[in-house]
T-cell receptor, first 111, second 115 residues
Framework: GQQVMQIPQYQHVQEGEDFTTYCNSS?????IQWYKQRPGGHPVFLIQ?????EVKKQKRLTFQFGEAKKNSSLHITATQTTDVGTYFC???????????FGSGTQLTVLP | GAVVSQHPSWVICKSGTSVKIECRSL??????MFWYRQFPKQSLMLMAT?????????EQGVEKDKFLINHASLTLSTLTVTSAHPEDSSFYIC???????????FGNGTRLTVT
């Protein structure tokens, strides 16, 4: 099935700095979703991207879907300690809409 | 919003015993539920797709006789880890699909520790 590579694996930033995580696929994706998982918690849906070149914003979070629909990014502007967690991209596929998760980027925000 | 309840949130059991984990969709009917496993510092790996009224579909490498899944109603799926061993210690998370146009809703997860 389709797979997606996610980088970096870990990212430490000082509070107020920006953060970006990237997902890349060798094949064209029909869609991509982003989730956030706080330490000890469960994944929480952030957004789904479907269209080529799509850009969506949620406050300080900006999500992009590449023109070729083979990559996506999540950018956080001016990180806060509440942004701590692991961010996953995920592909929805199959008739049952199974999710295949990327490896995740663990974000640490230093106060 | 859609709520998925998972129980228990944590369990410690002895090697060789069986553990049942419940996943309930509280305010919607879920014809499809998914079971994921997550080892420390790793991503979520799909174990199986649970369909109401039919047999679950297991991912490659997941033993169906060890991880028994029952989806007897539109709001409840259960995962039973049979004859648990220490290597089964992990974070098990269920998710439910409300409809094909909505995102997945996850339960809070069950942290299983087998001693």
């Amino acid at each position: 099935g389709q797979q997606v590579m996610q980088i970096p694996q870990y990212q430490h930033v000082q509070e107020g700095e920006d953060f970006t995580t990237y997902c890349n696929s060798s094949t064209t994706l029909s869609n991509i979703q982003w989730y956030k998982q706080r330490p000890g918690g469960h994944p929480v849906f952030l957004i789904q991207l479907v269209k080529s070149g799509e850009v969506k914003k949620q406050k300080r979070l900006t999500f992009q879907f590449g023109e070729a629909k083979k990559n996506s990014s999540l950018h956080i502007t001016a990180t806060q300690t509440t942004d701590v967690g692991t961010y996953f991209c995920a592909l929805s596929s199959g008739s049952a809409r199974q999710l295949t998760f990327g490896s995740g980027t663990q974000l640490t925000v230093l106060p | 919003g859609a709520v998925v309840s998972q129980h228990p949130s944590w369990v410690i059991c002895k090697s060789g015993t069986s553990v049942k984990i419940e996943c309930r969709s509280l305010d919607f009917q879920a014809t499809t539920m998914f079971w994921y496993r997550q080892f420390p510092k790793q991503s979520l790996m799909l174990m199986a797709t649970s369909n109401e009224g039919s047999k679950a579909t297991y991912e490659q490498g997941v033993e169906k006789d060890k991880f028994l899944i029952n989806h007897a109603s539109l709001t409840l799926s259960t995962l039973t880890v049979t004859s648990a061993h220490p290597e089964d210690s992990s974070f098990y998370i269920c998710s439910a699909l409300r409809n094909h146009n909505s995102p997945l809703h996850f339960g809070n997860g069950t942290r299983l520790t087998v001693t």
